[in-house]
């Protein structure tokens, strides 16, 4: 994008995220760092508002750049790092922000620590929940039990390149297109680190938590598990999709989809065969889920 390339492409996926993506682009402005480049993707948008703020963009260090039909958040992650040179990437997702020091900081995080390929922050929480999320310090059975990564933390570029990218398959377009790409870069060796700072603002509002995710929730992480055989084996596998087989359960247990309650239980257990604290676990959810009908985020 420019001749002396900067040092952090800044990535934001857009689909009919027009009521918050000049919110975003002001967070990007007021950075205390120019030293970044900002590529929008364009994920094949047809509401009129957003397509009006993608229009109106005018700035020597931000490319709009669109795709014709809607191919999901890989696809468009893809898109706009092939676009760009800068050897730290930095998602911003069109609905969230940056404080004014993000960008500085990742900046001399990287330069600081140059064995690391991926900090991921302590994230704020805005909209409809307020508050701040401080993540643990990173450890692989800690992330497989339990992944804290967020997709909106900034890695570099040489470690996306060796792990091929972003999957575009479409069973990640109904979420959990980070999760599969952090585990693509466990296992080609990236060098995770908590940054302990809150320089991510992630809007809590209703619709953020994809249903669809949560109702293939099961089938996702099959898909991932089966791709990441590597990083997910054994106990660790198991635990991957009892977790998955949980979620889609509760979800069809809220939407009182019978079927569905009922295959995904025998998932729940299924992948709980050991230790016996999976067991307890498995019982106390199919119990539970069935008193409250509730779902889980």
Wanted: charged letters at 25%; glycine letters at 4%; proline letters at 5%.
């Amino acid at each position: 994008m420019r001749e002396n390339s900067p040092a952090v492409t800044v990535i934001i996926p857009c689909f009919n995220d027009g009521a918050f993506l000049s919110e975003a682009l002001e967070s990007l402005f007021a950075q205390t760092s120019f030293d970044w480049e900002a590529v929008v993707v364009d994920d094949g948008s047809t509401d009129p508002q957003t397509l009006n703020v993608l229009n109106s963009i005018n700035h020597s260090k931000v490319l709009v750049h669109r795709h014709e039909k809607n191919r999901g958040l890989a696809a468009a992650r893809n898109s706009g790092i092939r676009l760009t040179t800068a050897p730290i990437i930095f998602p911003l997702d069109a609905d969230d922000q940056f404080v004014p020091e993000s960008v500085d900081i990742v900046i001399q995080a990287f330069n600081k620590h140059p064995s690391i390929d991926v900090f991921y922050p302590d994230v704020i929480h805005f909209g409809e929940e307020n508050r701040i999320r401080i993540n643990p310090e990173f450890d692989i059975p800690t992330y497989l039990r339990q992944p804290f990564l967020q997709a909106q933390s900034p890695f570099r570029r040489s470690a996306y390149a060796k792990s091929g990218g972003y999957c575009e398959h479409e069973v990640l377009r109904l979420g959990m297109e980070d999760a599969d790409f952090w585990l693509s870069l466990i296992e080609t060796g990236a060098r995770f680190q908590r940054l302990p700072y809150s320089i991510y603002k992630y809007r809590i509002h209703r619709g953020s938590l994809s249903e669809r995710m949560q109702d293939n929730n099961y089938k996702i992480r099959s898909f991932i598990a089966n791709r990441h055989r590597k990083a997910l084996f054994g106990s660790y596998r198991r635990e991957y999709l009892h977790l998955g087989a949980i979620r889609s359960y509760r979800f069809a247990i809220s939407r009182r989809h019978w079927k569905k309650v009922f295959m995904s239980a025998l998932h729940v257990y299924q992948h709980c065969l050991w230790p016996p604290r999976l067991w307890w676990r498995a019982t106390w959810n199919i119990v539970d889920a069935l008193v409250h009908r509730k779902c889980i985020s």
